[in-house]
């Protein structure tokens, strides 16, 4: 259940090729779970990244393949969206067992 919701700006290339498919190899992870949404920002202020995302994971995944796989997607943001790494942003968020509900049941893992 790794899921990504990502905010990109207008300076943002348009994307080219399997963003999913990209994460999957450059995180080391099965992409048969993972979702990524776009959405384009109307207003950035503050510090500015021209790709913003956060990263929605269960707590089951160990350490070290949160690090892969937050890793992975700033990788694929970059390459997807011809950002140079220092403009994409990634906050990653570890959700609790009960705190997914899916077809209409609460995920428990």
Excluded at 46 to 71: D, E, F, R
Excluded at 86 to 109: F, N, R, S, Y
């Amino acid at each position: 259940m790794p899921i990504a919701n990502c905010l990109i700006t207008s300076e943002c290339a348009e994307g080219a090729g399997d963003l999913i498919e990209m994460w999957s190899k450059e995180s080391g992870q099965s992409a048969a779970q993972m979702t990524i949404n776009i959405m384009t920002s109307s207003e950035q202020l503050g510090k500015k990244y021209n790709v913003m995302a956060t990263l929605y994971l269960p707590t089951l995944w160990s350490g070290s393949s949160v690090s892969s796989l937050q890793q992975g997607l700033a990788n694929a943001l970059a390459r997807y969206f011809k950002q140079a790494i220092d403009q994409v942003h990634i906050i990653t968020v570890l959700v609790e067992p009960g705190m997914v509900v899916e077809a209409g049941k609460e995920q428990v893992w």
